[in-house]
């Protein structure tokens, strides 16, 4: 079955650690996209990547990073300088380009709860 | 820059009865899509529903439909016969035809819908 991957589901780290979140999908979609799940906030974008070896900032983006190597991994790092990291944190993709309206929805994956201490 | 906007934090709804969820959008564009996605318990993001914004007809899907009104920039989601199963946190997102490399869905905050038995 096609579909996207995150893992692991539950992530627990300390303060001053770095750690990467890892996102794999098989759909085989240009697109992924990272976003930030805080209580009352919805869904803040952090980066996105739209092709292999290329990333946009999204509105969150301080304190993370990413790579985008293969076409179906997109890995992100929350880093020290991250000042709240503890958070839900969601991995999508999709299609890209002028295609018919039922592939431009996002797909998303069952996201990692990290919690920082 | 567009925005998106869910007015109501939260719902609540009798079993088997209506309720109508708001999401009002600020955007520029005339070509746009339009989404809603629903967050169960589990947090697995799942699309409800999808409205191509040149469409004149509203979607629908089983029992939910919604009200799609694009000159007052409006895009409601109706559930029928509201079901246990509907309990969710729910998300309005927008998105531009992708024409370039600035392509990202926009989401709402999201209304939790309650539903009493």
């Known amino acids: 079955d096609g579909g996207i991957t995150q893992s692991p589901k539950y992530l627990f780290r300390k303060e001053g650690q770095n750690v990467t979140l890892s996102c794999e999908q098989n759909l085989n979609h240009d697109a992924m996209y990272w976003y930030r799940q805080d209580p009352g906030q919805g869904l ?3 980066y996105y990547s739209q092709i292999v070896n290329d990333f946009q900032k999204g509105d969150i983006a ?3 990073s990413v790579s985008r190597e293969k076409k179906e991994s997109f890995p992100l790092t929350v880093t020290s300088a991250q000042k709240n990291p503890t958070a839900f944190y969601l991995c999508a993709s999709s299609i ?3 295609l018919r ?3 431009h929805e996002q797909y998303f994956g069952p996201g990692t709860r990290l919690t920082v201490t | 820059a567009q925005t998106v906007t869910q007015s109501q ?3 609540s709804v009798q079993e088997a009865e209506t309720v109508t969820l708001s999401c009002t959008y600020d955007t520029s564009e005339s070509d746009y899509y339009l989404f809603w996605y629903k967050q169960p318990p589990s947090r697995q993001m799942i699309l409800v529903i999808r409205q191509e914004a040149y469409k004149q007809q509203n979607a629908t899907e089983n029992r939910f439909s919604v009200n799609f009104q694009k000159a007052a920039k409006s895009f409601s989601l109706k559930i029928s016969d509201s079901q246990l199963g509907d309990a969710a946190m729910y998300f309005c997102a927008y ?3 992708p024409l370039n490399r600035d392509d990202k869905i926009i989401f709402g905050k999201g209304t939790r819908l309650h ?3």
């Open chain 2, 115 to 117: 539903i009493l038995p």
């Open chain 1, 101 to 103: 309206i039922w592939e």
């Open chain 1, 44 to 46: 803040r974008l952090i």
């Open chain 2, 95 to 97: 998105r531009s035809r």
């Open chain 1, 62 to 64: 301080e304190g993370y």
């Open chain 2, 9 to 11: 934090p939260e719902m």
């Open chain 1, 96 to 98: 890209t380009g002028q």
